[in-house]
Every structure is written in C-alpha cells, then in structure tokens.
C-alpha cells in the first residue's frame, strides 16, 4: 500500500500565513485483483482543493505504483492546480503487510 499527502501550492501568503493557493490531497493505492492491478483513490483535504471525478483510478498493469503515478498525473493536470509547486510526502513507515480477509459474521 502506497499512501501520500500531496500538496499544491501558491508563491502568495494569505492572511494565517498559509501560501495561496493551498491545494492538499490524501492518496493511497493499493494492489488490486491481481499482482499487476492496481488501485488509487484520493481525498481532497483543504476545503478549496478540486477533486478529480472520479476519485479513482484503476490500471491494468503496473501494480499499486503505477496507479499511484497515474492519480498524481491527474492531479497534476487539474486546472486549478497547473502552475504550482508541489510537494509530497509519502507514509515511509507504511510497510507492507498481509491481507487480512473478513470472515462472515
């Protein structure tokens, strides 16, 4: 599982000292029905932030990174968020673990 906060954001300062524009986003991805599928979604985090529709995206090959790469593309082709710099910071200490199933209750 690859989980990121992924920032957009303007040269300005706004009045609490935060840039302008401030975009922010929570992207996870994870693999999928196979090894080579994969899975990710995003959140927007700030309340200005545009989000993608649909909020996913799916790849066929490539597995969870490539899915990963390709929602930061969509991100990075939003409009609102073209010209900006960006900054991303990816969960270093998100290991990959064993699925765990749910069991019918």
Known sequence: MNKAIVTFFGKKVGQ????TPYH????????????????ASV????PDAP???PPHKLTRSGGKQ???EKML???RNLPENKDLMEKI???KECGEQNEIASLPG
């Open 73 to 75: 593309g969509v991100l």
């Open 51 to 53: 989000a993608p529709n």
């Open 16 to 19: 609490h000292g935060m840039p």
């Open 43 to 46: 959140i927007a985090l700030s």
């Open 66 to 68: 490539r899915a990963f």
């Open 24 to 39: 922010s986003y929570f992207v996870l991805s994870f693999g999928w029905d196979t090894e080579e599928t994969g899975v």
């Open 89 to 91: 910071e990816i969960d």
